[in-house]
Structure formats: structure tokens, C-alpha cells
């Protein structure tokens, strides 16, 4: 056996001592990484920090507190745009925040996660239009001498990965990312305004991700009449004999809260229909685990129940089945317009069935079922679900020995309020802009990682992108849909994948319809201060 198969059997790699580094571990010169450097150091390219307007630093050690301001961490990193922390959760003391104001982000800025099992490497831009804290997980940058959004989907490409895991090092559970590293990234730096191009598919996404939040918003308003004088929550309660259900006596199935805000949705005239006379002839049915749980890297997407969120599935991390064992689960196999119902695990959490979800099966823990569409629409009875008026009713009649789940008859049993023919068709459209709108923003972030590799692979020029953002800014988008449509689920004119965007006027209509709301919304803030 030759010198070279032994290499390629045994996945060694050989290297000069004037390629060593900082780090003498094998991680550090695993083959693919020494040739993403190859790479990147034959093209145009500048150091991280020498792109930045001050110097790269991690954030400061929090003091976490149970009242304070939300902080960023790297739980936040998981996307290519930063999540929302939460106001009750991510908390840090007010006095710490404010003392730690000079390492607060601002939109624009990046930020790079330090340590943190499974997040190590992650690059996200903040787009919030608050400046934030964060914490000692999360290394600040500001790039000022290129695109933000460009570098940002540059390090979340397949080569830009393998750079940033260079600078791994410490033992197992004690991982951290090097500043000295990061501060040394080679950043390939094609003209600036190719890195528009790119970068402008990023804050594409961040205008329809901003977007969907306000139509969210305007579901939850409508329906927040319902549970706006909730009762007050007691410690203990006495129930009518009369109402005692002999099959259920636990105290939360009484739960004065819940039977208030129902009583009061009566007495206000709201029609509230039990969720069986919705139903259609699909009826409800729940899927199986296939056996030894053992997942093919392709063919059905089988949509556990962390993918079941409000509104909308969330496949971004399914798994597949075969074709055989869809068969198998032939009852529990989705069509367009069924409404999934998670039942354990987060029970209540209910998503819409569309187009492009399919063909997607489901396990046990969620239900599937249609509703009678000359009765009323799916997408309203999705958003009504989500709501916190069946919200507590889920909590309610949900119960169980290790964990809370609801049965059959149970989700039958839920009141869905049935409000007037207009609201529902607003609120249906509203839902469907908003799963279609964070659908193509989940593409846009993907389009841009896929663009940046296709340049570094050769597959596409500086020029065709110049010329695409060029004629772009002159109200010409023939170009750029030209290069979307050759985008697939695998990359740039990639085969064997799905297109990417298969509906690209769907896009553009999205886009400026977002532009649009986005544009009334500051007419609107510009107005009140005058």
C-alpha cells in the first residue's frame, strides 16, 4: 500500500512546520481545514480584526439576575441572524448591564460564539434597534471595512467553518475558541459591492424575519380580547359538585383561571366550537417512532416534535424516513392544509400544513388532523390554537405521570372561539404571510452561505454578482433572478437538489410587501414625533 493510500485510508494529514499555528493538536490541522486556508490565502483576503473599527474582545463575565435587562448568549448564535432574548429568561442585573455599557452590540455588529456545547464557531448578525448586552460566551465584532453581512455569511459557509474551528482548543466539555484566532481569520474579500450582493440577501432576510414578528403581533392582538381580564391565579379553589367530572378529578381541570376566561368569552356572545365539530373526514390520527429510531439521510421528512412550532413546522433540523416506512405510517403521512398538533413534549404548540412542507410524515407526539374548509379556514384555526385562550385550556386538560400530554378526546374537547367572517380572513392571511415570509428568510441566510461558496468555488464571478446588485439598483431584478433560480436545497447548481426558491415571484411579492409595512411603520414613528 502506497505512502498516499495510507493518507487517504487512515485521513492523515502532513504538514510543513511554516504552516504551525498556535495549537499542535490534530483538530488543528485536520485536511479539510489546511485546505480552506489554501483557499482562501490564494484569493483576495484581509485579517478579521484588520477589517473591524476597534479591537476584537469577548464579552464581559454577567451577573445574572432574576429581575434586570435581557442579555445575548450564545444560545442566541443559532442562526445567521441573532434570536430575540427573552425578557423573563436571558436576565442579567441592571446595574452590571449599565456598568458594562462599552461592550453592549449594535445593530450591524457580529457576534461570535466563544464556548458552549454544540454552538462553539457561530457567527450571527444583531439587527435589533436596541443595543445589547452580552456575555462572556460571545465575541464582539465590528466590521467597518467590508460588508457585515457578507463576513458574517463568509464565516457560516463550509469553508468559513472550517477556519473558525482552527482556533479550537482545551479538553473535552472545557472547549473554547481562541481571540487571537478569531482576530487572525483570513476573510476572503471579493469588490464590495459583490459583498453587497450577498450581504443584501442577509438583510433581505432580516426584513422579512422583522416583518413576520409584526404580523404575529397583530394574530395575538386580535385575540388578546379574550383573556385580557383573566381571573387572578389562587392557590386553592371549590368547585360546584355539578360540574365535577368523575373521569377527571385533578385540581387543574377546575382551574378557575381557564373556566373564567371561558365564561367570559360566553357572556361577550363569542361562538366557541369544540375543535371535534371542526374536524374533517382525515379525522385525528398520530404517527409511530419508526423502529430503533434509525434515520436515512434522505426521503421523507419526518417532522418530530421539536419541529412542531406555532404556525409553522420548522424542518430546518428533521430528519428523514424511507419511502417504506412513510408506507408503514401511511395514517399519520400530512397533506396540504392539515394542522399538526403537538401533544407531548410541548404540548399545544400547533403548526400549519403547506405546500412546501411536503411530503412530511409525523411521530406519536404530534397529531394530524384536517379541518372542514367550508366551515372555516385551517390557517384561522392554527392561529386560534396558538392563542393563549386555548393556551390555557391545553394546560388545563393536559395531564400525565412523568409528563403532561393530551389525549385524543382532550384535543377534541378544546373551544375554539369562532370570530367574525372578516377577521378570520384577516387573520388567515396574516398567518400565511408570516410562514411565508420566515420561510424565505430562512432561504435568503442559506442563499447567501451557498453564494459565498459558489465565488470561492469559481462557479460564479464578482462580475455576475456587480452586475446583478447594479442592475438591482436600477429597478431591474432579471439578473438576480437569474442567479436565485440556480440555487438548490445543496448549493449553487448544485444536482439532485429541490430549487431553493421555487416561486420567485412569491418572493418579491414578499419582499416588497415587508419594504412596504416597514416603510408606513416609520412614516408612522416620524409623524408622532412631530
Known sequence: MSVDTLRETFHINTIGTD??????????????ITKAYEIVKSLNWEYLQDLSASRISQGPTPVYGKVGVACLKSKHTSDLITDIPNDEQDLVDDVWAHEKDAFKVQ??????TRKGSGTIGR??????KVRRNTDDSLFKVTVDKADPCYVASFLRSFTGERLLEKGVYGSTGQLSLSSMHIRKLPIYTPDLVAQAYIGNKVRQAELLREWTGSLEENISNVFSFLTFEKPVQRK??????????????????????????????????????????LIGGRKIAGGATPKGANYPSEGVLF???QNVKPYRLDLSDAVFIDMETDKELSRSRCEENDILLAITGYPGSTSLI??????????????????????????????AMNSEFVELQVNQLAIGATRDALDYPSVGKLLIPILTNDLQNKISNWLKLANGAVKNS???TQAAKYLVEALIEGHITEAELITAQQA???????KDRAILSKLTDKGYLAEGGKPLFPDLDKLYELLEEAQQAKDAEQDGDEGAQA
Open 123 to 128: 457567527v450571527s448578525v444583531f439587527f435589533e
Open 19 to 32: 504552516a504551525l499555528d498556535d495549537f499542535l493538536t490534530a483538530q488543528t490541522y485536520r485536511k479539510d
Open 303 to 305: 417532522a418530530r416534535v
Open 236 to 277: 386553592s379553589w371549590k368547585v360546584e359538585s355539578d360540574v365535577v367530572n368523575s373521569f377527571r378529578l385533578n385540581p387543574k381541570q377546575y382551574d378557575p383561571v381557564v373556566l373564567g376566561v371561558i365564561n367570559q368569552a360566553k357572556k361577550k356572545g363569542i361562538e366557541l366550537s369544540p375543535l371535534s365539530s
Open 472 to 478: 438591482l439598483e436600477e429597478g431591474d431584478n432579471s
Open 442 to 444: 430562512q432561504k435568503l
Open 107 to 112: 445593530a450591524g455588529d457580529l457576534v461570535i
Open 354 to 383: 403547506e405546500k412546501d412542507d411536503l411530503p412530511v410524515n409525523t411521530n406519536q407526539h404530534s397529531v394530524r388532523f384536517n379541518v372542514k374548509g367550508n366551515v372555516v379556514d385551517a390557517a384561522y384555526v392554527v392561529a
